[in-house]
């Protein structure tokens, strides 16, 4: 996700938001939402949609594999379906 992350506001804004909030909150106790705000000022990218996808949905993603075969049992086909689980009544999206 770190990674994801990384790409997704580029990574010279990464570096300098990092940097930002340990200058920032060194020998301090922070919340992950101080973290997201020094990367949200360097790249000039809302994160809290990224935040709720990526770090706040609980549950994991199931790959399985889509095998079709003809009647002498030669693979014709396959393909992986990824699926989520459905998230709980009253979850955000």
């Known amino acids: 996700v770190l990674k994801q992350l990384v790409a997704y506001v580029g990574m010279d804004e990464f570096f300098a938001g990092v ?50 075969v003809d009647s002498e049992g030669r693979i014709t086909s396959f393909a992986v379906k990824q699926e989520a689980p459905a998230l709980p009544t009253g979850a955000p999206p």
């Open 19 to 68: 940097r930002a909030y340990f200058k920032r909150h060194a020998f301090g106790n922070t919340r992950l939402s101080d973290l997201l705000g020094a990367l949200e000022e360097t790249s000039g990218r809302d994160l809290s949609t990224w935040a709720k996808k990526w770090l706040q949905t609980a549950g994991i993603n199931v790959l399985r594999p889509v095998i079709d």
